[in-house]
């Protein structure tokens, strides 16, 4: 189970204590509106470096992997190639003939009851 890097919450956007004696929280309408949509840009803001963040892991692991592959596409390559070499006509002469004794058809020498 994979563990949690981050934990992303919304935050309140129009919570305030009462800052003055009369209770008046903002003068007008206005000024919340405004109190609110700086809050949610700065959350959209905090989220947008979170996804940056998570994107920049997930090339890194990218690359990585990217990095084993065309290792193992290239032992890959080596291998077919060496394989080819010995299977060539004129090839490595003791490798053929070990083909041959591992390859050949194995007879029973228990008698048959027929």
């Known amino acids: 189970m ?41 959350q959209l803001s905090d989220l947008a470096k979170h996804a940056c963040s998570i994107f920049q892991e997930l090339e890194n692991d990218l690359t990585s992997t990217n990095l084993r592959v065309r290792g193992l596409q290239s032992k890959i390559s080596l291998l077919q190639q060496t394989c080819s070499d010995t299977s060539a006509p004129g090839g490595l002469p003791g490798l053929r003939f070990k083909w041959f004794l591992l390859n050949r058809s194995v007879k029973s020498s228990i008698p048959s009851s027929r």
Do not use: M
């Open 2 to 42: 994979p563990f949690a890097k981050r934990v992303v919450e919304p935050q309140l956007l129009c919570r305030y204590q009462i800052p003055n004696e009369e209770g008046l929280l903002f003068e007008d309408l206005v000024s919340i509106s405004n109190v609110a949509l700086s809050r949610t840009l700065r």
